[in-house]
Nanobody, 125 residues
Framework: VQLQASGGGLVQAGGSLRLSCAASGRTFSNYGMGWFRQAPGKEREFVAGISRSGGTTLYADSAKGRFTISRDNAKNTVNLQMNSLKPEDTAVYYC???????????????????WGQGTQVTVSS
């Protein structure tokens, strides 16, 4: 399984970005997916997750109301629409495949087994 994240960039505060993660392999639709981020000097943290069917989503408090995670199982992609961006959203964003195949969404790194390479998001004030 390979995950390729894209869509990062530089945006002003209040702006929007849409991150995408393309997955290889035939089992994409069997697993939940998630987005994490890591800011300089900080630990990687959970941002949002989505179940394999897309019917269940979970957001970190920092993302609620501003970010939307979605997936397209026909295209093997998972997306993160980020609106109303703040300087504190600046980080490298990673997509990851969850180890679970049900509707449970994990929020810890150890609950994810495959990771993309990360895409940089920089929000200027």
């Amino acid at each position: 399984v390979q995950l390729q994240a894209s869509g990062g960039g530089l945006v002003q505060a209040g702006g929007s970005l849409r991150l995408s993660c393309a997955a290889s392999g035939r089992t994409f639709s069997n697993y939940g997916m998630g987005w994490f981020r890591q800011a300089p000097g900080k630990e990687r943290e959970f941002v949002a997750g989505i179940s394999r069917s897309g019917g269940t989503t979970l957001y970190a408090d920092s993302a609620k109301g501003r970010f939307t995670i979605s997936r397209d199982n026909a295209k093997n992609t998972v997306n993160l629409q980020m609106n109303s961006l703040k300087p504190e959203d600046t980080a490298v964003y990673y997509c990851a495949r969850q180890i679970y195949t049900g509707n449970y969404i994990g929020t810890r790194e150890r609950e994810y087994d495959y990771w993309g390479q990360g895409t940089q998001v920089t929000v200027s004030s």
